[in-house]
């Protein structure tokens, strides 16, 4: 048959349904073909430039929200000042008309000169970036996470941080844009400025800035409205062909959006009045009822937060010291004394006094006649911020603090109620104890009254805690004894040290239920070790308490004034148990293996066998190899925070790993739709061989192959519309087009039974004929448009179900 | 199906009654036949040509509106020769009289009884010239024929010999002292074409043919009653898919709602949309109907039916049936069509 209906000579322009009746304003693609593209899109997005000045508006707010954590003003201008550039320069090509894809990539790429002129030193005849281009922006960016991690708040925004804010609010901004304008889906949007606003909380821990919140909830509405408004103000019709989606966009109920913001806010600033406890912090914690939370700053916090810091990736330094002794020194912080609650909670403070340079006095049972040396140590403290000061046991006086500090002479710790640690340069003057084995031998034999708190124990104490400790003790005779035998017993290579595998919350925090079930498993870090013994020892009579502060640090990389400089790192961070020993006082003791510290040579069986009668630690420096199995790995973790030659070579590495992972993230995010679309090519032409509809299937397939080629198509279209229609913009083979239709028109409107006129293999050869003419045919900015953009991926399909018969 | 033009009370289906079915093959040939003879008779419009057809097998009436002279008659009687059936002419007037179309019992004194004298409504195509001329009387006369395929005149019953098909021609341009049709008596036509005049190349070509003499004494039968009989069976076999039901009944159904008409297409529209359609997917050499046969029809099967708003009238040409014609495809071009597609495409 030469014409496919009867009505339609086969020399007849196809009918042109669409379009023909501009009055019904109904018609698909109502607008006269006369005007141009750029016309046309001129036309449906008069207004677009509101929407555009409402996204600057609401990131300038949502950026007003970093004043707490920032300094000045001069940051937040040149951020705007980014943010004004390109999306004026956005703004200008929308109302010129232009593609949004264009207005995307000169708007990006407007962002990226900006970044290279200002910011990168290095380029050639000014504007082009060169491979040292990327390495100045990228160790700026290094530099500018440095800054952030090193500063108190509010932070100097200095050239690398306003640098960095400047960056990716220009992002930020660009992206904020296209959706809420280019793509007129307004909610998105917000997650840009949304990001923006949740960080000052995030860092600061504070709770939000209402008037900054409402501020840009409002901001955030005018977006929407804006967008919604996009086109509204033309004077023609909104394009017909989506009749229902304009309404549907939002913003055209003002009232209940206004409505829902308003309960909204109004939650959220209710609610942290009504909850006190519930605040940006306690949101984050994720042990919000934890009594350490609340008693310590955002430094450390013993039980969880050390576990957090030293799982860290990267360490920061935290502090780093001299010192006159010739071995690295524990740095203590806060005492864990009472465990009368089967919790370990810090001691509470007696006879608190102000500190302004006075003695420490002397150590709690420390007798005359043991042998003490005078150590001097001078601690430089970096990005450490807590509440306690970081001092070596026992001191006996600090100076060159400043901002106030108060004294807990019983327990010789110094506190303060802010966390002011941070930039604290101090010298401290502290003891070495250096008892002979006879004075060991002997102390402990009786227990001060004042001390019997330290020996308190919870009712439900787990039996097989006292069991194990009795066993280890054995026939050790002397309390000294049996604290040494202790340490020995988690020291033997039963236990392994590992962060990892302690990690649940019935694990981690110290309780009675962890220590038996640490006892079991025989794996974990310090806080496990150190309280098990700790518990043990009590068990045993010996008075004890947890110490926490930092363990002795990276061994000299540095020298200062002759004296070596110990940098210690986040993941240094460190608890370990102090027994007491009437007559000596307390002694730390170092039961946790794998990790390069050694125990005080005062701890170890052959010292009071041997006899030896001698100083402390006379020889051990704090990085002797172990043997211990993990310990090669500890070392290399520790040793990740300092900066050799290699390790910044290292960094370098790390730093372009950083720029390909991100290249790749991308290059990934902008290869995802093709390759979402090859997936559903590849199983549709795979289901061809059993679908029902095997032709339909492939008609599917050849539509959407049709729309990521742009190729104009009307939801009216019948079957033989749509063949004439890609005749007219494409070229195809016009016989496998005709014989692909007709077995649909089959398929799908002849009567059940009828035989089929083609096989599915015959089906399948003239879908992908037809798709590789397609490909073929187009130019390749329209193939790789179709390639990269395939909006046949966004598009719905509604299933055309049959209603009952009225017709006989 | 409705009793409309019917076959059935026929006594004389001997020779005009239900036949065997055609192939395909064969109905397409006779179709050819009959459509080679329309257009060696009216050239370039081969439209209207396919939509007589179509109304002949589909059992309808035409309603040809246009100016006089562009060969409304010469198609009627052109598609009466083809098929070998009586034809009949009757120009309206203003005293035309029932009686001179239905017929009429006249007292035979020699039989001493009435006699009917059959009217010009007896015929196979009647051809009802200018029907807008007459009084509203005689054209209710005509419409009741074209209804029941009968006239009733004094208790008697007197059935038209099938097929019956009435093509009434209107003037659209005069308008003074006519009476034209009104909406409900339009809605009995099944399809309403206008000729319009024919392009440079048709007219040139039409000279020269009328020089020898009129073509229509050329023609002969290619068709006899019978194979019309068959043809009409074959038409009616064809099949019509939910979908296609479906698709129809939104498209009809949006007529009904749309804000430029005052008054939509009927139930009976929706019949002869799809009655029509049919033919025309045996013409296309379907056995089924496809949404495109549909689309084909819409304008000239549902447009004469509605009624546009005064508004919509007043805005555009033609007293508002190019309006009325723009909203249908409107309406066609943004109706959905139906496709079943698997549930995971």
Redesign the interface.
């Known amino acids: 048959?030469s014409?496919?209906?009867?009505?339609?000579?086969p020399s007849a322009p196809p009918?042109e349904?669409?379009g023909?009746?501009p009055?019904?304003?109904?018609?698909?693609g109502g607008t006269p073909p006369a005007l141009g593209s750029f016309a046309r899109r001129r036309a449906t997005r008069t207004g677009s430039w509101k929407s555009t000045l409402a996204v600057a508006v609401c990131l300038g707010i949502a950026l007003a929200g970093l004043a707490p954590l920032l300094q000045g003003g001069a940051w937040w201008i040149a951020t705007m000042s980014m943010v004004v550039v390109v999306l004026a320069v956005g703004a200008v090509l929308r109302g010129r008309g232009a593609p949004e894809v264009v207005v995307v990539s000169v708007s990006a790429f407007v962002w990226g000169g900006l970044v290279v002129l200002l910011y990168a030193g290095s380029t050639l005849w000014f504007l082009l970036p060169t491979f040292s281009t990327l390495s100045d922006i990228s160790g700026d960016l290094a530099a500018a996470r440095q800054a952030i991690a090193e500063q108190e708040i509010p932070a100097d925004a200095g050239g690398a941080i306003t640098q960095l804010i400047v960056m990716a609010v220009g992002l930020i901004a660009i992206v904020s844009d296209e959706l809420a304008t280019g793509l007129r889906t307004p909610v998105l949007s917000g997650a840009g400025p949304l990001a923006v606003l949740a960080i000052a909380p995030l860092v600061n821990r504070t709770d939000p800035d209402v008037p900054v919140y409402v501020l840009a909830a409002a901001a955030f509405l005018l977006v929407v409205w804006c967008s919604s408004r996009i086109g509204a103000e033309s004077g023609r019709a909104r394009p017909p062909s989506h009749p229902g989606r304009g309404r549907v966009r939002g913003g055209r109920n003002p009232g209940l959006a206004v409505g829902i913001a308003a309960v909204a806010v109004a939650a959220m600033v209710a609610l942290p009045t009504v909850t006190p406890g519930l605040t940006a912090q306690s949101l984050a914690d994720d042990s919000a009822s934890s009594p350490f939370s609340s008693v310590y700053g955002a430094g450390i916090d013993p039980t969880i937060q050390l576990g957090r810091d030293l799982r860290r990736n990267d360490p920061l330094l935290s502090l780093s010291y001299t010192t006159s002794a010739s071995h690295g020194l524990y740095l203590k912080m806060v005492n864990l004394s009472d465990f009368s609650t089967g919790i370990w909670q810090p001691e509470t403070p007696q006879g608190a006094e102000s500190y302004v340079g006075q003695d420490f006095g002397t150590p709690q049972g420390l007798a005359a006649d043991v042998p003490t040396a005078e150590v001097t140590t001078s601690i430089s403290i970096a990005t450490l911020r807590a509440e306690w000061l970081p001092l070596p046991y026992p001191t006996q006086r600090v100076a060159g603090l400043s901002a106030p500090w108060v004294l807990t002479p019983s327990s010789l710790t110094v506190t303060s109620d802010q966390a002011a640690t941070q930039g604290q340069n101090y010298e401290v003057t502290g003891l070495s104890v250096e008892p002979t084995a006879e004075q060991l031998a002997a102390a402990g034999s009786v227990i001060p009254v004042a001390l019997s708190g330290f020996l308190s124990l919870p009712a439900d104490l787990p039996a097989v805690i006292s069991d194990t400790a009795r066993q280890v003790a054995g026939s050790a005779a002397t309390p000294y004894d049996k604290a040494v035998a202790l340490q020995q017993y988690f020291r033997s290579g039963q236990f392994s040290y590992s962060l990892n595998a302690p990690d649940s919350s019935s694990y981690s925090g110290d309780n009675t239920q962890m220590i038996a079930a640490f006892l079991q498993d025989k794996t974990g870090y310090c806080v496990h070790f150190s309280a098990a013994m700790a518990v043990m020892a009590r068990s045993l009579g010996i008075p004890s308490r947890i110490a926490v502060g930092y363990a002795p640090g990276q061994g000299a990389n540095s020298v200062s004034d002759g004296a070596a400089v110990y940098d210690v790192y986040t993941n240094q961070l460190h608890a370990w148990p102090e027994l007491y020993f009437e007559g000596i006082g307390w002694l730390p003791f170092e039961p946790t293996p794998g990790l390069d510290f050694t125990p005080p040579d005062y701890s170890l069986p052959d010292y009071a066998q041997a006899g030896v009668s001698g100083a402390i630690g006379s020889t051990r420096a704090a990085s002797t190899p172990s043997a211990d199995p993990n310990a090669a790995r500890d070392l290399a973790q520790n040793v990740s925070g300092t900066q050799t030659p290699e390790q910044e070579a290292l960094g370098q590495v790390r730093g372009w790993g950083t720029v390909a992972a991100v290249l790749g993230g991308i290059a990934a995010i902008v290869l995802l739709p093709w390759f979402l679309r090859a997936l559903r090519r590849r199983s549709?032409v795979r289901?061809i061989a059993s679908?029902?509809?095997p032709a339909?299937?492939a008609?599917?397939e050849f539509e959407d192959a049709l729309d990521d080629h742009r190729v104009q198509r009307?939801?009216?279209?019948?079957?033989?519309?749509l063949e004439q229609r890609v005749h007219e913009s494409v070229k195809l083979p016009a016989t496998v087009v005709d014989r692909l239709r007709r077995e649909?028109?089959?398929e799908?409107?002849?009567?059940p039974g009828?035989a089929s006129a083609q096989t599915r293999a015959s089906i399948r050869s003239e879908l992908l004929e037809l798709l590789s003419a397609l490909s073929s045919g187009a130019s390749s900015q329209r193939l790789w448009l179709s390639r990269l953009l395939p909006v046949s991926l966004l598009r719905r399909?509604?299933?055309?179900?049959?209603?009952?018969?009225?017709?006989? | 199906m409705t009793s409309e033009t019917s076959l059935s009370p026929a006594p004389a289906a001997g020779s005009g009654g239900t036949g065997a079915p055609l192939s395909l093959a064969e109905f397409q040939e006779l179709t050819g036949a009959i459509m080679q003879n329309l257009e060696s008779v009216i050239d370039g419009k081969t439209e209207a040509a396919t939509l007589a057809l179509v109304v002949l097998i589909a059992e309808g009436h035409l309603l040809v509106e246009d100016v006089p002279g562009v060969g409304k008659t010469t198609l009627a009687k052109a598609l009466a020769t083809s098929v070998g059936c009586s034809v009949s002419r009757i120009q309206f007037t203003p005293d035309l009289l029932p009686s001179d179309v239905t017929g009429v019992s006249i007292y035979n004194q020699s039989d001493h009884a009435f006699e009917f004298k059959r009217g010009a409504v007896f015929a196979n195509i009647v051809i009802a010239d200018e029907i807008n001329r007459a009084s509203p009387k005689t054209q209710s006369a005509l419409l009741e024929c074209m209804e029941e395929g009968q006239v009733s005149l004094d208790g008697t019953t007197h059935p038209l010999d099938p097929p019956f098909i009435v093509v009434a021609t209107q003037n659209p341009i005069e308008m003074e002292g006519t009476y034209a049709l009104p909406e409900a008596q339009r809605d009995r036509f099944m399809v309403r074409i206008s000729m319009g005049y024919p392009d440079a190349a048709a007219e040139l070509q039409m000279l020269h043919q009328r020089e020898s003499g009129s073509p229509l004494d050329k023609l002969t039968a290619v068709v006899d009653k019978q194979q019309l009989a068959a043809m009409i069976e074959t038409a009616r076999a064809v099949y019509v898919s939910r979908a296609v039901e479906s698709y129809v009944v939104s498209i009809v159904q949006a007529t009904r709602v749309h804000p430029e008409f005052r008054l939509g297409a009927s139930p009976r529209g929706t019949l002869h949309l799809v009655r029509a359609a049919k033919v025309l997917a045996a013409l296309s050499g379907r056995e089924f109907v496809v949404p495109d046969d549909i689309n084909e029809l819409v304008v000239p099967v549902l447009a004469h039916r509605i009624v546009a708003t005064r508004r919509a009238a007043s805005d555009s040409r033609g007293g508002g049936t190019q309006a009325i014609a723009d909203a249908l495809r409107a309406i066609v071009a943004s109706t959905p069509v139906p496709l079943n597609r698997s549930r995971a495409v």
């Not at chain 1, 399909?797 to 006989?808: D, H, I, Y």
């Open positions: 048959m014409a496919p209906t009867a009505l339609r000579p009918p349904r669409g023909r009746a009055s019904a304003g109904r018609a698909p549709r289901r679908d029902e509809r339909t299937l008609w599917t009307s939801a009216g279209d019948t079957l033989l519309d649909v028109e089959f799908q409107y002849a009567a009828s399909r509604r299933a055309a179900a049959p209603t009952r018969s009225l017709v006989p």
